[in-house]
């Protein structure tokens, strides 16, 4: 199993170009997420997907949407980039059920808006 | 204001020893509390999960204890490796979908 796969690992936008972040888990979980990471914070949550046709906002949702394209897929999309948008973006999965469960997080895509 | 904060924020100790590291969270509801392991250049992975009634929960060489009373949690490493040099991160879980992440405690294991 690959677990938690993202594509691109870096990226170099300017300001107002576009792009999509994409997110794959093989693991049958039904919910995933989308984190920024930034020097010096902890982890935010920018959109959740609690199951296959759900989509929910988190802490800093703006500038930024999601599409849970199945079950298996969650990609990010940032439709006019902005320089404080330069971060480490991570995307997690989990199996929520009756228990508390990890998540389990991709390897990041590191995005720098000029 | 729901929080996490960590300490010390870096950590430096020789190879084979112990050490601890703390977290204190003002969050409420309380749902669990996770700690996170996350290496440079890579996504965390997690250690443990500590609901409301768990005090103590073990993963080899990682202990985690929970005061839940006091909001605080530790993480002791014992016997340290060089391979422990990463960032340890507690994550205090407030819903199933909505966690809110500790900025880390920095930890470099010398030869």
């Known amino acids: 199993n690959a677990g938690v796969t993202q594509t691109p690992k870096f990226q170099v936008l300017k300001t107002g170009q576009s792009m999509t972040l994409q997110c794959a888990q093989d693991?049958?979980?039904?919910?995933m997420y989308w984190y920024r990471q930034d020097p010096g914070m902890g982890l935010r949550l920018i959109y959740y997907?609690?199951?296959?046709?759900?989509?929910d906002k988190g802490e800093v949702p703006n500038g930024y949407n999601v599409s849970r394209l199945n079950k298996r897929e969650f990609s990010l999309r940032l439709e006019s980039a902005a320089p404080s948008q330069t971060s480490v973006y991570f995307c997690?999965?989990?199996?929520?059920?009756?228990?508390?469960?990890?998540?389990?997080f991709g390897p990041g895509t590191r995005l720098l808006v000029l | 204001k729901n929080q996490v904060e960590q300490s010390p924020q870096s950590l430096i100790i020789l190879e084979g020893k112990n050490c601890t590291l703390q977290c204190n969270y003002t969050v409420s509801p309380f749902s669990n509390l996770r700690w996170y392991k996350q290496d440079t250049g890579r996504g965390p992975v997690s250690l443990t999960i500590?609901?409301?009634?768990?005090n103590t929960k073990s993963n080899g060489r990682y202990t985690a204890t929970l005061d839940a009373d006091t909001k605080q949690s530790s993480l002791h490493i014992t016997a340290s490796q060089l391979s422990d040099s990463a960032s340890y991160i507690c994550?205090?879980?407030?819903?199933?979908?909505?966690?809110?992440f500790g900025s880390g405690t920095r930890l470099l294991v010398r030869p």
């Open positions: 997690a999965s989990s199996l929520n059920r009756d228990r508390p469960a990890p998540q389990y």
């Open positions: 500590m609901t409301f009634s768990e």
């Open positions: 997907s609690a199951s296959e046709g759900t989509t």
């Open positions: 994550v205090v879980s407030a819903s199933s979908y909505k966690l809110i």
């Open positions: 693991m049958n979980h039904n919910s």
